[in-house]
């Protein structure tokens, strides 16, 4: 069975500050890669998908991650974090080869920022 | 644009209680999934659906129904509701397999 790990359950940065936000998935094939965000009380917003091609992928605001087929990682980044960047962070994984829609979450990295 | 319409956004249910999560969508979208939402364990999926008439189960099925008769309404049965069962749910849609999806407002069920 896939599985999707994000190692850090809680980051704090500094506004100003870079941030990097590690995934890392167990799958042979390369799978369909996501990241999604999540602001208190609300719904999952899309940040940047990667499908194949480029292995470094730009988002929306400000946001891109690198694809590294020998770690298994999908890891993101920011170079300069804003205070509306605290939210919750989550990895996401489609096997590219199976049937159906099974797009696996990985527990989710939350970010608070400090001023 | 509706997007995806989940209803209720919160409901409180007492033990054995059934109820159903319903979610629609306007984007024709053939793919649909319903998730829930639990502190530090991500998005689990539950069911999902490929196309009207096909469900399947997802990660943690049991407690739950699903049924897929049009392609826009997606409802999610629980059948006798249990404390377990108290989560924030997720419905959502994509066009294909990989596409991005959307995601509902969720829906925040209270099982006492």
């Known amino acids: 069975a896939q599985s999707v790990t994000q190692p850090d359950i809680h980051i704090t940065v500094s506004e100003g500050a870079s941030l990097e936000l590690r995934c890392n998935y167990s799958?042979?094939?390369?799978?369909?890669l996501f990241w999604y965000v999540q602001s208190p009380g609300q719904g999952l917003q899309l940040l940047l998908k990667?499908?194949?091609?480029?292995?470094l992928v730009q988002g929306i605001k400000g946001f891109e991650a690198e694809f590294k087929r020998s770690q298994s990682s999908f890891n993101l980044r920011k170079p300069s974090v804003h205070w509306s960047d605290a939210a919750e962070y989550f990895c996401?994984?489609?096997?590219?080869?199976?049937?159906?829609?099974?797009?696996?979450f990985g527990g989710g990295t939350r970010v608070l920022v400090k001023p | 644009n509706a997007g995806v319409t989940q209803t209720p956004k919160f409901q409180v249910l007492k033990t054995g209680q059934s109820m159903t999560l319903q979610c629609a969508q306007d984007?024709?979208?053939?793919?649909m999934s319903w998730y829930r939402q639990d502190p530090g364990m991500g998005l689990r999926l539950i069911h999902y659906?490929?196309?009207?008439?096909?469900?399947d189960q997802g990660e943690v099925p049991n407690g739950y129904n699903v049924s897929r008769s049009t392609t826009e309404d997606f409802p999610l049965r629980l059948l006798s509701a249990a404390p377990s069962q108290t989560s924030v749910y997720f419905c959502?849609?994509?066009?294909?397999?990989?596409?991005?999806?959307?995601f509902g407002s969720g829906t925040r069920l209270t099982v006492v």
């Open positions: 990667y499908f194949s091609g480029d292995t």
């Open positions: 959502a849609s994509s066009y294909s397999k990989g596409g991005r999806r959307y």
């Open positions: 996401a994984v489609i096997r590219s080869d199976a049937a159906g829609n099974k797009l696996t």
């Open positions: 659906s490929v196309g009207a008439g096909i469900t």
């Open positions: 984007m024709n979208h053939e793919y």
């Open positions: 799958y042979g094939a390369t799978p369909y």
